[in-house]
């Protein structure tokens, strides 16, 4: 959170994505740290349920807005653009998810990856026992080596947590 508080003070963010938001812990922190405007959208019924009821509690309502849905199927252009996107949903999606919502990432805005590095996993792959973690360790080192040459966004890689993608879409 520190590292994303310092992107959202140092890039004066206003808007925030957050893609798989869980229980919505970690929105109340983003409301916390920030006086940005967030949407957060999340699959699960239950899930959205109770992170609706803690961003009332935390009395957020005015600037955190929690949808219910899955991320792949909202059309994204209604919800305006934002200067700080975060993909926390499923990894296996990760591309998907950066491909749609690009589109109203504000230039020289951040779209942000978490646990792109998977518990080191991603960097010793070799000491993975279970077939379907190695199968989704492949497919996070793939949307790494994407998100390395995608073309008009510059990606730089952090060893925090379990890994942070930072892409900065080029102005
Ligand atoms: C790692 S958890 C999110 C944690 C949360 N961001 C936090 O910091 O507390 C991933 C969440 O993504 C949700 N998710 C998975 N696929 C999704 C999709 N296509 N659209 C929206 N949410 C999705 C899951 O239901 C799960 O709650």
């Known amino acids: 959170m520190a590292f994303i508080k310092h992107i959202i003070t ?3 963010i206003a808007r ?7 229980f919505g812990f970690g929105t109340i922190r983003l409301a916390d740290i920030s006086q940005a405007d967030i949407i957060s959208i999340e699959i699960d019924h239950d899930r959205c349920d109770m992170a609706k009821k803690q961003v009332e509690a935390a009395h957020y309502s005015a600037r955190v807005q929690v949808i219910e849905g899955d991320a792949l199927t909202i059309d994204p252009l209604p919800l305006g653009k934002f200067g700080l996107i975060i993909i926390d949903a ?4 990760y591309q998907r998810l950066f491909e749609h919502y690009a589109p ?3 230039n020289g805005g951040v779209m942000l990856s978490d646990n ?3 518990r080191g996993q991603v960097q010793h792959p070799e000491t993975i026992l279970s077939r379907n973690r190695r ?3 492949q497919k996070i080192t793939r949307y790494n080596e ?6 008009h966004y510059e990606t730089t890689f952090y060893d925090i947590g379990d890994g942070i993608a930072v892409s900065i879409k080029k102005e």
């Open 10 to 12: 140092e890039r004066s």
């Open 16 to 22: 925030i994505l957050e893609l798989g938001g869980g």
């Open 90 to 93: 499923a990894k296996t999606k």
């Open 104 to 106: 109203i990432l504000e």
């Open 116 to 118: 792109v590095l998977f």
């Open 135 to 137: 199968q989704l360790v």
């Open 146 to 151: 994407w998100l390395t040459h995608l073309e």
